[in-house]
């Protein structure tokens, strides 16, 4: 699970990068806008059932998603990159119900969220597993 200071980072970010893959298997990356719920993200748009991500995830649910940002100073970059499924669903808008894709994460990694993006020269990457059952 995201410990508490990736959940209020992921908060605290409203762009991210989702990268779906085609019938084809033609890899795409789009940036996109996402709500978060603690725990799952919530990807959504304008005409999103005719989307490229949409019709990808429809065929092919595993997505990868990056929330991340250039942090305080050159050498302090952080962010969240999320390994997960996709599935299609309608959520609550302003509107009336919206289709969005609901992102599950199976692994999540993060730098500079928790301490420095960098030690010694080297990068600080955290990783974490979920079960299924999270």
């Known amino acids: 699970m995201f410990s508490e200071s990736e959940r209020a980072y992921l908060r605290s970010q ?14 795409d990356v789009a940036p996109v806008a996402y709500e978060f719920d603690g725990t799952h993200l919530y990807v959504g748009g304008l005409s999103m059932t005719r989307t490229l991500k949409y019709r990808n995830a429809r065929a092919h649910p595993r997505v990868a998603i990056v929330v991340d940002d250039a942090g305080e100073g050159p050498r302090a970059p952080r962010g969240v990159k999320i390994h997960g499924s996709a599935t299609l669903e309608a959520r609550d808008g302003p509107r009336g119900p919206r289709p969005v894709l609901k992102i599950t994460p199976a692994a999540h990694w993060s730098w500079g969220i928790e301490g420095p993006t960098f030690r010694e020269g080297a990068p600080v990457i955290k990783k974490t597993s979920w079960s299924r059952g999270s």
């Open 14 to 27: 409203r762009l991210a990068r989702i990268a779906t893959v085609s019938p084809a298997a033609q890899p």
